[in-house]
Structures are given as C-alpha cells and as structure tokens.
C-alpha cells in the first residue's frame, strides 16, 4: 500500500500561482502512475494531469494544458503540480492518486491510493 500526502493549497487571485505536493510513502516503488484529480462544489472528480514515475511520461486535460505542469522528484518520492494562470474556475479540492499499473490516467476508478486532498481557491 501507498500513502499520499498532499500540501501546497490555498487562496490565490486569478493569474496567480500554487504548487502542490504529493509526498509518497509506504510501497513506493510499486508506483507507477501518479495523477492529480480535482472536484469542485457540486461537480464529479474530474482528471487534471498524470505521470509515468519512472518514464516521466506527461498528461494533461485539455482545461490545463499551457497552465499546469506536473513532475516528479523520484529521489524525494514526491510529485508535484505547478499551477499558473490560475482561474476562478480552478478552484476545488486537489487530490494525488497512485496506481501501481499502466492505466488510462484519466479514469479514477484505476488508481490504487488517493491522499486526502488540499483546497485550492481562485478568487476573481
């Protein structure tokens, strides 16, 4: 089993800028796919990004791509979303999700462990 530990969140004005962080513990070397999910008040969980943690290999959802960027730090066994160009309609709650498969990223249901999640606010 994976643990997932997000931070990073919080209030930021449209055209800001946060990164967050997944901190992995547990069986981290079974990871192979880390995907950032969001949900917002009232919507399903939507995909946002993804990466193959060995390949590094990038996903985006066509709302983000050009504003978020997602790594990883293998040493540090943590990945991250840089977000810029923030929106209002970015706001949600940000959620990390490992999968130790080759998976379609996009669907939630594929992903193993999920952490539990940081706020992300975006105001006008």
């Known amino acids: 089993q994976v643990q997932l530990v997000e931070s990073g969140g919080g209030l930021v004005q449209a055209g800001g800028s946060l990164r967050l962080s997944c901190a992995v513990s547990g069986r981290t070397f079974s990871t192979y796919t880390m995907g950032w999910f969001r949900q917002a008040p009232g919507k399903e969980r939507e995909s946002v990004a993804a990466?193959?943690?060995?390949?590094?290999?990038?996903y985006y959802a066509d709302s983000v791509k050009g504003r978020f960027t997602i790594s990883r730090d293998n040493a540090e066994n943590t990945g991250y979303l840089q977000m810029n160009s923030l929106k209002p309609e970015d706001t949600s709650v940000y959620y990390c999700?490992?999968?130790?498969?080759?998976?379609?990223?996009?669907?939630?249901?594929?992903?193993?462990?999920w952490g539990q999640g940081t706020q992300v606010t975006v105001s006008s």
């Open positions: 999700a490992a999968s130790s498969r080759a998976i379609n990223w996009r669907l939630e249901a594929l992903y193993d462990d």
């Open positions: 990466i193959t943690w060995r390949g590094g290999a990038t």
